[in-house]
């Protein structure tokens, strides 16, 4: 059994690039959460889905931000024009039924110059 | 909304000594989860321990054990036994039962283990 898997780890870019997040839940998790962490702070809601449905969507999550969950799978996350203010660990996390455990990613730590 | 506090922004303790972590939480229902969660410096965060609010006896892990006061609105965590490995962030988290039961973390507690 492999936990969650996100991908790039790290990932560079400079102000007004667009950068896509992937990550990859474990295979029998149907509902998925994304996170965002700023230094120091405890991570923040963004967005979740189940199965390939999103259902709820945090203010937090601008009009910049996308995410897609096709075949109730992996799941993207699309920042589109960056902002230094989006520099932050992008954490995924699964899980399988309503009250079971999150198991979180390694997390995609992006860097806005 | 719910609310979750950890007030106490470091902590240190000797290593084979017992420390707790202090995490308070807000919020007007009555069933939900707590979490401890662990994030060492790697950064991959990682389950330590878990709560049902509907269950009056305190989780254990091993070394880990929890003090969970409903009524307080009150969960620390007792981390008994110190090891090096045990040095990383804490952070305490809520999450309500139901559909979404997305997580509200605290800003988490820095630990220190002194050899």
């Not at chain 2, 962030?89 to 997580?103: E, I, P, Q, V």
Request: charged fraction near 20%; glycine fraction near 6%.
């Amino acid at each position: 059994d492999t936990g969650v898997s996100q991908d790039p780890r790290h990932k560079i870019t400079k102000r007004g690039q667009n950068v896509t997040f992937r990550c990859d839940p474990i295979s029998e998790h149907n509902r998925l959460y994304w996170y965002r962490q700023t230094l120091g702070q405890g991570p923040e809601f963004l967005t979740y889905f189940q199965n390939e449905a999103q259902l709820e969507k945090s203010r937090l999550l601008s009009d910049r931000f996308s995410a897609e969950r096709p075949k109730g799978s992996f799941s993207t996350l699309e920042i589109q024009r960056t902002e230094q203010g989006d520099s932050a660990m992008y954490l995924c996390a699964s899980k399988a039924g309503t009250r079971d455990t999150q198991y979180f990613g390694p997390g995609t730590r992006l860097t806005v110059l | 909304a719910q609310t979750v506090t950890q007030s106490q922004p470091e902590m240190s303790v000797q290593e084979a000594e017992t420390v707790t972590l202090s995490c308070t939480y807000d919020t007007s229902e009555s069933d939900y989860y707590l979490f401890w969660y662990k994030q060492p410096p790697s950064r991959q965060m990682i389950l330590v321990i878990r709560q049902e609010a509907y269950k009056q006896q305190n989780a254990t892990e091993n070394r880990f054990s929890v003090n969970f006061q409903k009524a307080a609105k009150s969960f620390s965590l007792k981390i008994s036994d110190s090891q090096l490995g045990d040095a990383a962030m804490y952070f305490c988290a809520y999450a309500l039962t139901g559909a979404n039961s997305k997580l509200t973390f605290g800003k988490g507690i820095t630990l220190s283990v002194r050899p």
